[in-house]
């Protein structure tokens, strides 16, 4: 008999979301028509995988990629491995799908609130208050999936309507049999019904006038009921919801006991449509004004902003010119000392030149001669 191939359920949530338990119930019943199944826990595989508390991301991932690698040799051996891990990091899940060829990703949802309802030991009341760091989904970061082959909501459906929302992705990517989904839960899988998206008012009562009605259909009033059966005709039919939101509104009552709002459903739609666009009439018109205020905010921030460069430009510029005149002049008054400086000797030489010509040109003063008088007064002095 050939084995069949092996898989890996991977179960992600935030603590006390039920993974571990939808874990052991599904294990359990593969094991009870011949599956090998095993289930790797994170609570119990971690001290052996992780050094410390494993608190940091890094440590985070490294567990979720060591767990990914064990359920992948349990795969590879043709057992289902069966993984119930908080696994909080969108990145190291993803590897892990990627490394493992049969794989499918269950996220079980559950809000905090009930979450905290069913914790014993108290964490997420210390998380919260700050007592307790690096707790996952209050403290650090929960990435919730975006691939999920499944996801089980822990707080309003039983285990078994988990468990087939699990089985219902395995029979889809072909890793376990109709029958063998039958086996499991004991009855045959029920299909999940079609879920029909509700037509708005609008276009229920425009269906209606086409179909040869007055308008006056309601959502939630079967096509049957517009031809009549026996006395229940289908305006009692479409009729009544309108009446009786006529009466919550307060509606007068007559001696007789019938409604007196004078207004009909066709009217009251005619109403509610015109209230709808007075409605989005505002709302575009206060988006409007909200919008051209934030313009002129900012046109007035950028010329602002603008004026400021401007400014500190037109300073920056007179400084500059400032300096190069500085420089200028001064570079100038330097000039001119080195040519007075060059030019003085040159003159000096010139000047002394220039007397030395006048001085030979100068002709020498002439001796004066001794009078007559004075020569015979030096003789007579003689004698």
Not at 203 to 225: C, D, S, Y
Not at 347 to 367: D, E, F, I, L, S
Request: positive net charge; hydrophobic residues 30%; aromatic residues 2%.
């Amino acid at each position: 008999m050939s084995q069949k191939p092996g898989f890996v359920v991977w179960l992600t949530g935030m603590s006390g979301s039920g993974k571990s338990t939808l874990a052991q119930f599904l294990c359990d019943r593969l094991n009870a028509i011949g599956r090998t199944a095993e289930i790797v826990d994170q609570d119990i595989m971690q001290p052996a995988l992780v050094r410390g508390p494993g608190l940091s991301k890094e440590d985070r991932m490294n567990l979720t990629r060591r767990l990914g690698w064990g359920a992948g040799l349990i795969a590879k051996n043709g057992g289902i491995a069966l993984v119930a891990a908080t696994s909080p990091y969108r990145e190291a899940r993803e590897v892990v799908r990627r490394e493992v060829p049969r794989f499918i990703e269950v996220y079980c949802d559950c809000p905090t609130e009930v979450l905290i309802e069913r914790d014993k030991t108290g964490q997420y009341k210390k998380a919260l208050s700050g007592a307790l760091p690096n707790f996952t989904g209050v403290t650090d970061p929960y990435e919730t999936p975006q691939m999920a082959e499944a996801t089980a909501h822990t707080d309003r459906e039983t285990i078994e309507e988990s468990t087939s929302e699990i089985l219902r992705a395995l029979i889809h990517v072909g890793y376990v049999s109709d029958e063998e989904a039958k086996q499991i839960l004991g009855t045959k899988l029920k299909k999940r019904p079609p879920q029909k998206a509700m037509e708005p008012l609008e276009q229920a009562v425009l269906k209606n006038k086409k179909r040869g009605g007055k308008g006056e259909t309601i959502m939630g009033v079967p096509p049957a009921a517009e031809k009549g059966n026996g006395k229940a005709s289908a305006k009692s039919a479409i009729k009544q919801p309108a009446e009786d939101e006529a009466k919550k509104k307060g509606a007068k009552k007559t001696k007789n006991g019938k409604s007196a709002s004078s207004e009909k459903p066709e009217k009251a739609v005619k109403k509610g449509k015109a209230e709808k666009t007075a409605k989005s009439k505002k709302a575009v018109a206060e988006g409007k004004s909200a919008t051209s205020a934030q313009a002129k905010g900012e046109k007035k921030a950028s010329k602002e902003k603008s004026s400021k460069k401007s400014d500190a430009k037109s300073k920056k510029k007179g400084a500059a010119q400032g300096s190069a005149k500085k420089r200028a002049s001064s570079k100038t008054k330097g000039k001119k000392q080195a040519a007075k400086s060059k030019k003085a000797p040159a003159k000096a030489a010139r000047n002394g030149a220039k007397k030395g010509a006048a001085a030979k040109k100068a002709k020498p003063a002439k001796k004066s001669k001794p009078s007559k008088a004075k020569v015979k007064k030096s003789a007579k002095k003689a004698r």
